[in-house]
């Protein structure tokens, strides 16, 4: 299974950018989307993630800005990123967990938000 995430890039402060990662390959079925990004100590934290039901969970520093949405139908995972600000600058990673849980991730995308 491969993931390909994109969408990521420079923006100013206030701004939004969407992310996109699809699956592709041997795909099993999929049940928890995510998108992590990464401390100063290099740990990959929750941004938020969504069931295969769709519930949702976030971050409390990116509540009210960033959304998470998925395409079953297509295997992608979307981020949709609001009110950005300075400290949102990061790589941001997409992590695919299957039922009998195996887990996946993605090259990463960065994004970088100008004061």
């Known amino acids: 299974v491969q993931l390909q995430a994109s969408g990521g890039g420079l923006v100013q402060a206030g701004g939004s950018l969407r992310l996109s990662c699809v699956a592709s390959g041997s795909i099993r079925s999929i049940d928890n989307m995510g998108w992590y990004r990464q401390t100063p100590g290099n740990k990959r934290v929750l941004v938020a993630n969504?069931?295969?039901?769709?519930?949702?969970n976030y971050a409390d520093s990116v509540k009210g800005r960033f959304t998470i949405s998925r395409d079953n139908a297509k295997n992608a995972v979307y981020l949709q990123m609001n009110s950005l600000k300075p400290e949102d600058t990061n790589v941001y990673y997409c992590?695919?967990?299957?039922?009998?849980?195996?887990?996946?991730w993605g090259q990463g995308t960065l994004v970088t938000v100008s004061s």
């Open positions: 992590k695919v967990t299957t039922f009998d849980l195996y887990v996946f």
């Open positions: 969504i069931s295969g039901g769709g519930s949702t």
